[in-house]
């Protein structure tokens, strides 16, 4: 498949030849008509070649974020596992629908995400490969020196600036030689700060600029990598590919965490090895030892979580009988009434449970 795209790239390269022609005969000044048969004044390199090594490169490039990513899916589950959210954001339960949709499009967007990387990867280098065949090439020193000239002085400010600002950090603004986050000449160092507002602010346009173009060129050589939000962490859920891969993280966390799976499996063992009917008191017994092992499932319990939503109605029907009784000794009065809170289906369900 990657070498019958290349008697296309063939004629794709002399159409571009014969456009560039055209329109170099008609920016010149003697106003000469174009003619195929005179070399051209702006050849362009053999694309075919380009195009070979683009591909190894993409190939390259693809297998080895594949690699990491399963090295990233393994290192997030077991992160998860344990309770760790310094990369999978910590699951809440009002996020399950989320996470469950999440993991439905996860096999989908592994495999479109991967494909437009691949493609994206593959231009990328290909264009790269190509300017840098036709400067080896045609031997353009002069146009590669002008845009030297004009980099090199800027990267060079950058540089010393940013060392500038290590070097003092570390041996006059912090003590102990910056091992510690205290500052030890603080008139100093707000000073130098005030002085130093004026050189960043320069350097702030030119380092947001960097900044878009590392985004691009990080967004385009992460693509394919699901586990990489390319939003950043407060607007990683943007990401729907980063969402994606949470869902599909957090669903194996909860249907296969390892400590969850070891214990319902001891769990059912036992209730299959057991010959005899354990009795109620014995039952819980365990359930009280097992308890006091693990209190955390106390608040998981049913009948704690049925004691909890009685109380909050108990609660609520006091506030409702205070209220009343405010009523009662004040005037009716249509505009201050206030509906319940408590349905009447509710009051009359806890009046019967008080009973029995």
């Known amino acids: 498949m990657i070498f019958r795209g290349l008697p296309w790239l063939y004629r794709m390269q002399q159409s571009l030849q ?12 003697s106003g000469e008509k174009f ?15 380009a195009y070979l090594i683009a591909i190894v490169i993409t190939l390259a490039i693809i297998i080895t974020q594949l690699l990491v990513m399963l090295v990233a899916i393994r290192r997030n589950l077991l992160q998860v596992f344990r309770g760790d959210d310094c990369e999978i954001p910590r699951r809440t339960s009002s996020d399950s629908i989320q996470h469950a949709s999440g993991n439905v499009h996860f096999a989908g967007y592994f495999i479109g995400y991967l494909l437009w990387g691949y493609i994206l990867v593959g231009i990328i280098a290909f264009i790269i490969t190509l300017i840098m065949g036709s400067l080896i090439r045609f031997g353009s020193v002069r146009f590669v020196e002008r845009i030297l000239k004009s980099i090199i002085p800027l990267l060079l400010i950058i540089a010393f600036k940013s060392y500038l600002n290590k070097i003092l950090a570390q041996y006059v603004f912090l003590q102990q030689a910056g091992n510690v986050l205290s500052l ?107 308890l006091i092992a693990n209190p955390t499932f106390v608040y998981r319990r049913k009948a704690f979580l049925e004691q909890s939503n009685m109380n909050e109605k108990r609660l609520m029907l006091i506030g409702l009988r205070n209220r009343r009784k405010i009523y009662v000794e004040q005037p009716f009065n249509k505009m201050t ?8 289906i509710d009051l009359n369900d806890l009046s019967q449970r008080q009973q029995f």
């Open 18 to 29: 014969v456009m560039i022609d055209i329109g170099i005969s008609a920016i010149k000044p």
């Open 35 to 49: 003619n195929p048969s005179v070399k051209s004044d702006f050849p362009l390199p053999n694309f075919i070649p």
């Open 184 to 290: 030890e000449n603080r008139r100093l160092f707000m000073v130098f700060v005030y002085f130093n507002f004026f050189l960043d602010a320069f350097l702030g346009l030119v380092s947001s600029i960097m900044r878009i173009g590392r985004g691009i060129i990080g967004g385009i050589v992460y693509m394919c990598r699901l586990d990489y939000a390319t939003m950043g962490r407060k607007l990683e859920t943007m990401d729907e590919g980063f969402s994606a891969y949470c869902g599909f993280i957090h669903m194996e966390c909860a249907h296969r965490h390892p400590v969850m799976l070891f214990f319902v499996s001891h769990v059912l063992r036992q209730y299959l090895e057991s010959t005899k009917k354990l009795s109620r008191a014995h039952r819980k017994w365990h359930i009280a030892v097992f």
């Open 337 to 344: 009434q206030h509906a319940s809170v408590i349905s009447q």
